[in-house]
């Protein structure tokens, strides 16, 4: 069975942290955890939160490519949970109206002053092409 954008949006509810890859300026493939800060309602776009002064942005000015893994945890009855593969470009965002779009009080951890940090940006990331493995179903999505 294949699903449609949002039978996999559905599905990923509930996945708060993927993992973003991204080419450094040597080439190398580097990766780090990041959290979509519970917005979930996925349809296709990610978006993040960083300071500006990072590698991983210095990373996506150079090269927008970028990809996001997401791993559900196995469900309660031993069926295997989900994994999705994201492909995109990254975008960078630094419009205030969209910091409190996707704003949440969680964030004031990582980010003190809130959407006035200094330094702050978001990272949108729109997908090109999502492949995802659910138990015995597996499919791609292209956007």
């Not at 978006?47 to 150079?62: G, H, I, N, P, Q």
């Not at 309660?76 to 205030?96: M, N, Q």
């Not at 951890?109 to 809130?114: L, N």
Request: net charge negative; hydrophobic share 40%; glycine share 8%.
């Amino acid at each position: 069975m294949t699903l449609t954008l949002p039978e996999l949006s559905k599905k990923m509810q509930k996945i708060d942290f993927c993992m973003m890859l991204t080419k450094s300026e040597f080439g190398a493939i580097v990766s780090r955890p990041m959290s979509n800060n519970g917005d979930v309602d996925y349809d296709g776009d990610s978006f993040f939160f960083s300071y500006m002064d990072t590698r991983k942005v210095r990373d996506l000015t150079a090269d927008p490519a970028v990809s996001l893994t997401f791993t559900a945890a196995p469900s309660l009855l031993g069926k295997p949970g989900i994994f999705v593969a994201v492909e995109g470009r990254a975008s960078l965002v630094a419009d205030k109206s969209a910091f409190e779009a996707h704003w949440t009080k969680d964030l004031d951890r990582w980010f003190p002053e809130g959407i006035e940090t200094p330094g702050i940006v978001l990272i949108k990331v729109h997908a090109e092409r999502l492949e995802y493995w659910d138990g015995e179903d597996n499919g791609v999505i292209g956007t």
